[in-house]
């Protein structure tokens, strides 16, 4: 039923470290938990922001694929990160990852990122519904 939320999941991600899901579907719309730059293993990626951000998009390409999404499909990203001052080296790796396709974005410092990683994000993807 298109009403009822549905959990998004897959063992191409790193799996949830917490009480929540990887995503959650609601009709057309899926909205992502948070990704930080863990393996599907749940190891920390090594190296500096731009590895960690790379990871990042893995695990989001992941995430959507397993809900039939790409990052294509996405209007909304939400860019949690440590120091303003790598935003140049991450909004590279973003460029990268997206392509022509711009999705809207926000972009936060925050004092600190789960198990102290340098970015987070998280998306808001439009899917087609069948």
């Known amino acids: 039923m298109a009403n009822q939320p549905e959990i998004v999941s897959t063992d191409q991600a790193p799996a949830a470290i917490g009480p929540y899901s990887q995503a959650m579907r ?13 393996t599907a293993a749940g190891e920390l990626v090594e190296g500096g922001v731009q590895e960690q951000t790379r990871q ?17 499909d996405v209007v ?4 949690f990160i440590k120091d303003m001052a790598q935003f140049g080296e991450i909004n590279e790796e973003y460029a990268a990852a997206f392509g022509a396709h711009k999705p809207a974005r926000s972009t936060v410092e ?7 990683v340098l970015v987070e ?3 808001i993807a439009s899917i087609l519904v069948e």
């Open 56 to 72: 990042v998009f893995r695990n989001l390409e992941a995430v959507l694929a397993a809900a039939g999404a790409s990052l294509s």
């Open 110 to 116: 925050v004092a600190r990122l789960p198990k102290d």
């Open 26 to 38: 609601l009709g057309n719309l899926l909205f992502t938990s948070g990704q930080i730059p863990l």
């Open 76 to 79: 909304k990203a939400t860019v």
């Open 121 to 123: 994000i998280e998306v």
